[in-house]
Every structure is written in C-alpha cells, then in structure tokens.
C-alpha cells in the first residue's frame, strides 16, 4: 500500500481564531448546594455562541436561555432530582435540558483553566511534562488515530493532521478538535467517479467545498466535463480517468491540513472534561511513508509560524520514525522575527519505533 503524508499549514485553509485566547479566564468557585455559578464568559459570549452555531442542535434553547438571563445576576446552575436549571440571584429558575445543562457544565470547567504566560518556570514544567510516561503514551495515540483516520485516494493512503487544545493538570490533556472539512473530503473522494454526485456536493456544501477546492479546479472541471458529455467529447473510459485524476489532486492538497471553525471548536469545549492550565493550541505532523516503513516528518511550515502569529502561539507534534519532536512556536515581541530554534522537547525510544513498524507492516499486507 503505498501511503503519503502532505507536510502541510495548521488552518490554511479557513481563517479563523478560536474564541479563547480573547477572553480573560475567570477560576469557577466549587459546585455548591445551591447551585453552581456560571463563568461570566459562559453567560456571555458563550451561550450566544452556542446559539449562533446551532452547536449540538443546542441553537434554539441556547438563544432562548440567553433572552432570560438578561438583566439578571448571579446566574447558577442547579440541580435537583436529575432535573437541570438556570437560577438567578431573585430565585427565579429556568428549566434546562439535560443537554444544555451539560453543555453549560463543560464550558464552565473550559472558563476555569488557569491562563497562560509562558516564563521560564512553566517551559520547563511543560517540557518535563512531554516527557512523563503519560504524555508519551498520549501522543502515540494521536499518531495512531491519525493513521487510523487515513484517507484512501486513489489507492494511496494520506495521514491525517490532528490538532485542538492542549492543558496542562497532572498530565498533559490533547483535546481533540474534530476537523470542519474532514466529512466533506471523505464524502467528495467517495463520489470520485461520479460526476453528478460531486456537482451535488457543491450545491449541498458551497462554503466547504471552497475552501477545500480553494483554487476551484474540480469545480471548473465538472464544467467541463458537463460539456464533454453533451458533445461526447473524448470517450467516456478517457473523461473518467481525467476526472479521477482531478478529484485526487484536490483530494492530496487538502488531506494534509487541518481546519476548524467556532462550530468544531464549541464542540470540544462542551464536551471535554477541562482542568488546569490551557496552553494554547497544538496540532501533529502525521507520518510520513519511506520504502519500508515510516519515516520523519517536518518541522513547522510558514503556515505553522502564520498561525501562532494571529494565535499568540502554536504547539507542533512532529513524528519520527523513532519518537517525536514538540516545537513551541510563540509569538515574538513587536518588530521581532520568530526563532526557529532546534525543538523545545525531543523524545527518542526504540520501543516507539518498534510499535509504529507493527503498524507500518500490518497495512502493508
């Protein structure tokens, strides 16, 4: 099976910046009898956020949840027999779904992080920590689901970036941010031979297939093809394969990126169980396939240093055939260039090159 990993940007394809490193954080006092107090950034922007992106078909309830509260102060939520609701500081109560209600729950423990100002103190605390046995055991897993999450175009296999946000409690937690256009890149590559099936997608998911097709070469080329059919132009064996190879261009370019909107990042946060510290965001560089197993991936691309540029910051995990490498990319002072350093943590371990050479050679068959 031949396999191939494009080195490619964090969030080329949509710019976007999540919500958080905007908001100030706010420490979430203990859940008490009375109800447990909702985050400040929860109440607002959140549950207007939460409306305006219909996360989780939780739209509707959310926007009228936002309407009660205003006006009203020390806003809790509680719970009595199983039942969920929102109570002010009057006593009134608004009932919950048990939905929202957890939803709500999450993103307060997302609003209580502790922020984050990287001093000397805390790099190293970080630097360590990558390399506890449990963090270890954590990125081997995101290299795992990347592979596992691999794309089949054309009858080669691309791995698959992942990425999302990263904290730090007493271990480092990888929060998975699932990819916006991931779906629709398995749905276009299953129609792949199937010109009205892709036209569709275009009309069923303009905005997706954008930003997936950004330079507009599959959807020019179903143009054409519409035309070539009706003047029977070339056969149909010939139109076929040039609509395959197409397909598998677009297909190629876009596998090895990962995007993410407010919608998918909202989704993480309500619900993932939060501690700790935040530490910004991260995303992998997945292996790379060399002639008898995997081999290094890259380093941060331009794309990478544009990211942590609007971010304040971005945290690459790098493969390599014998373990991984961790670069920190922050956002350098004001009229200064980033410094491209050697990696901020390099961890090397026969054992990992052992593990992903079984997984190499299982796929292979």
Known sequence: ????????AASAQEDWAPPLPRFAFHTVAARLP?????????????LKLLADHDVSGLGAEAARVDAWRKGRGALRLAESAGAWSLKDAAGSALALSPALASALRHMN?????????FTPALLEEVRKAFLTPEAVASVRAVFD????????????SY????????TLDRNLGFHIIDDLLRPTLREMVARRDDPSALARLYAEEPRKMALLDPMGILKNHLAKRA???ADGHLTKE???????????????????????????????????DWSGRYLGSWHCHPPDVGAAGWVD?????????????????????????????????????????????????????????????????????
């Open 159 to 166: 791995t698959v970036e992942l990425g999302g946000s990263l």
């Open 145 to 156: 689901r990347t592979v596992d999450e691999r794309l089949v175009v054309g009858g080669k």
């Open 227 to 229: 035309q070539w059919d």
């Open 238 to 272: 010939k139109r076929d394969a040039i609509l395959g190879m197409v397909v598998d261009t677009v297909a190629e370019q876009a596998a090895g990126h990962y995007s993410g909107d407010y919608g998918t990042q909202l989704k993480g946060m309500i619900t993932d």
């Open 109 to 117: 423990g997302y609003f209580s992080l502790a922020g984050t100002e």
């Open 1 to 8: 099976m031949a396999c191939l990993a494009a080195a490619a």
């Open 297 to 365: 991936d890259y380093p941060p691309s331009e794309d990478d240093y544009e990211a942590a540029a609007k971010a304040g910051q971005e945290t690459v995990v790098v493969f390599m055939a014998d373990g991984f490498d961790v670069y920190l990319v922050l956002k350098p002072e004001e009229g200064k260039a980033f410094s491209r350093a050697q990696p901020f943590v390099s961890y090397r371990d026969a054992g990992w090159r052992a593990h992903f050479q079984a997984v190499f050679e299982r796929l292979a068959k």
């Open 34 to 46: 009375e109800g447990e107090p909702l985050a400040a950034n929860v109440i607002e922007p959140g």
